[in-house]
């Protein structure tokens, strides 16, 4: 009789399995979906790969990504602040928010999401979690996130002065990311995003300025290099933009620059530690960047709501720089470590110091340098 029982139990176990992972058809005649609100997202995967991204780790894929943050972090705990979190108010609402201070140079992003909005039956929110989750596949080295859909469209533009700046100190910036529901240890994980940022507005007349020697490669090397010793800004200008939250970098001379608030947070008593601990360590980061974007995409949204559509996020390429190593020209003697904690030993890249490709007009997104 027990027997009998067990067996009744492991074939309903079975047919419930099979009711649970059973596809649907989508109106395309041609993928199918665990649930068919993930089908709209097929053609709009394509449509951003072939006429946004170019299936490459570009400018785009930095502008997308720094979309989540913009549009996310606005949302507040405490109530101080209005925005709705990961609702997309930055692209239904870009004319009033692309305007505060701390977003501009955001309306790229915006510009660029905004026919992609008309062209496909998608949220202003779930585009831009999605765009920024298969535009980071193209960077290799990058964590495959998750992508869940249904974040309902923003019926209200985000309060200014939500977002931290590059210029705040780190009692603001961590003040402002607890109000939004992110421990100091999740702040540094975000940065990790900044393997692959650039700035368009800190250093005047100059486009694409990348915060390190691997501006194509989401990888270690940008926790590294903002330890360094910093000793000039680039293109020969004798000042740091202060006002933007620019300072000193160590590889001015080959075109890097430095935010204020990287070195900070890398150097304070609260976050030194977290921030060592991703140096030469990519597994680690790629899991740390991967956990706090769940969280960051998802911020202000009733997540019970939400459906799980991250099969559609293909597999990102493998990193080709797996280990950081000292620039060409540095060495750990220009380290300054504030956490206790061992340092790893690298090597240093051969040869004359690292130069950082760009196009003669300053754009790094070489596939569209002028011939």
């Known amino acids: 009789m027990v027997f009998k029982l067990t067996l009744a139990t492991v074939a309903l176990a079975a047919l419930v399995g ?53 549009d996310g972090v606005s949302f507040s705990k405490s109530g101080n602040f209005s925005g709705g979190g990961a609702d997309g108010s930055i692209l239904l609402f870009a004319d009033i928010e692309t305007n505060f201070s701390e977003n501009l140079g955001t309306e790229d992003g915006t510009d660029a999401l ?22 980071l596949t193209n960077c290799p080295g990058a964590p495959r996130l998750q992508f869940l859909v249904g974040r309902p469209n923003a019926t209200a533009a985000a309060e200014d002065g939500a977002i931290p700046g590059p210029a705040d100190s780190v009692d603001t910036i961590l003040a402002r990311f607890a109000d939004a529901g992110f421990t100091s240890d999740e702040v540094v994980r975000l940065l ?45 200008r004798t000042e740091p933009n202060i006002s ?19 070195f900070a947070l890398a150097r304070d008593s609260r976050t030194a530690c977290e921030w060592q601990s991703m140096v030469d360590d990519q597994t680690l980061m790629m899991e740390n960047f991967r956990t706090s974007m769940m969280k960051l995409s998802n911020v202000g949204q009733d997540i019970s709501k939400l459906i799980d559509c991250s099969e559609l996020i293909p597999e990102p390429l ?17 380290l300054q470590l504030t956490c206790a904690s061992p340092f790893p030993s690298l090597a240093t890249d051969p040869g004359q110091a690292t130069q950082i490709p760009e196009c003669p007009d300053g754009d790094l997104n070489l596939a569209d340098c002028p011939s």
Do not use: W
Not at 116 to 133: K, N, Y
Not at 244 to 261: F, K, N, V, W
């Open 318 to 334: 493998p990193a080709t720089k797996p280990n950081a190593t000292f620039p060409a020209g540095t060495n750990s003697s220009e």
């Open 18 to 70: 099979a009711a649970n992972y059973r596809r649907v058809s989508c109106p395309d005649g041609i993928n199918t979906a665990t649930n068919e609100a993930c089908c709209a997202f097929f053609a709009l995967r394509d449509d951003l790969q072939t006429n946004l991204f170019e299936n490459e780790c570009s400018e785009d894929v930095h502008e997308s990504l720094r979309l989540t943050f913009h």
């Open 114 to 135: 905004a026919p992609f909005l008309t062209r496909h039956l998608v949220t202003a929110g779930d585009l831009i979690q999605f765009a920024a989750a298969i535009g």
């Open 192 to 236: 990790a995003s900044h393997s692959i940022a650039r700035s368009d507005t800190i250093v005047p007349n100059h486009q694409a300025v990348p915060f390190d020697s691997t501006p194509f490669n989401f990888d270690t090397q940008f926790f590294l290099e903002v330890l360094l010793r910093g000793t000039a800004v680039p293109f020969n």
């Open 244 to 262: 933007g939250g620019e300072i000193d970098s160590p590889l001015a001379a080959e075109g890097e620059m430095r935010l204020q608030s990287d």
